[in-house]
């Protein structure tokens, strides 16, 4: 195992379009690669949890592998109960189940595993490490983070009230710096030279549905500038030398919800086939 010293691994989320981050991780698990420090968001912070415990093949098998299942993505369900993923079933019968997470070696892990949700009260972005959590809640953990306003209840933990960490910290590169990484290793889900632009359609609605939790309310209506200093952000330590980014060349058409395999498979592949293209540029860019 290749462990590389003060190097975070930085994942952001994005729904579906995470199989990309999906195949850069499985041809990193092929080269034994591994990083003192995993931060991730949303559908990174599920894709990160696979590379911890080095269960090659599991992300592309609980994601695309589902993609045509019923009841993974039902607008019969969001309709019914507010939820258009079965967080049920990803969250529990897949990990415990149906394709059992290797608890064992992720939680036996050296590696310090950061996964982040927003309080929907303050609208800050915490962050849960993973030796903090048991078996279960490490799974209420990714839910919440995986959690989408409007789509998907909140998420109820230790008197907070969560949300897809994603909203208020998309890219967590900030809170890779705060743990002590000098190098950093991004893997965004958006092309390059893509920007968020302001919500606008919806607000009232919005702002009347989540009336009791203020700090959502405001993050969400400056979640654009949030993504684009986020971006900006990334853009500036590239270019100092202290970030090196996998960003996809094109989706493949692969929105934020996407059950066609064709698609998510050619997304996937490209994730793989660049960072099988970059790894020896990245591993030089990680020396000391």
């Avoid at 950061?114 to 279960?136: N, R």
């Avoid at 008197?159 to 705060?178: K, M, N, V, Y």
């Avoid at 092309?191 to 549905?209: D, E, I, N, S, V």
């Avoid at 698609?263 to 860019?285: N, S």
Wanted: proline residues 4%.
């Amino acid at each position: 195992m290749t462990l590389l010293k003060r190097s975070g691994l930085i994942l952001e989320g994005g729904g579906m379009r995470g199989v990309y981050t999906a195949g850069v991780l499985e041809y990193l698990l092929e080269k034994d690669v591994n990083f003192p420090n995993i931060l991730g968001v949303s559908a990174g912070a599920c894709n990160a949890a696979s590379f911890v415990s080095r269960q090659a093949g599991r992300n592309k098998a609980v994601t695309i592998g589902y993609a045509n299942h019923p009841e993974y993505i039902s607008v019969k369900r969001l309709i019914r109960s507010g939820e258009l993923f079965n967080m049920d079933l990803i969250f529990n019968l897949i990990p415990n189940i149906e394709n059992p997470f290797d608890y064992n070696k992720f939680f036996s892990s050296t590696q310090q595993f950061y996964v982040g949700a927003t309080d929907c009260h303050t609208g800050e972005t915490i962050y849960y490490e993973k030796q903090d959590l048991g078996d279960q809640l490490i799974n209420k953990i990714l839910r919440a983070s995986s959690s989408l306003p409007m789509v998907a209840p909140v998420v109820e933990h230790d008197g907070r009230a969560l949300l897809d960490g994603g909203i208020s910290d998309p890219i967590p590169i900030e809170q890779s710096i705060r743990v002590g990484n000098e190098k950093h290793i991004v893997v965004l889900t958006q092309c390059k030279g893509y920007l968020k632009r302001p919500a606008k359609r919806g607000m009232w609605y919005f702002t009347r549905k989540y009336r009791n939790y203020p700090g959502l309310i405001e993050v969400v209506k400056n979640r654009s500038n949030v993504y684009n200093q986020a971006i900006e952000r990334v853009a500036e330590l590239e270019q100092q030398g202290k970030a090196f980014v996998f960003r996809p060349d094109h989706l493949h058409e692969v929105g934020r919800i996407e059950r066609k395999k064709d698609r998510l498979e050619a997304l996937y592949d490209h994730g793989y086939k660049q960072a099988e293209k970059q790894y020896e540029a990245m591993m030089e860019f990680l020396k000391d």
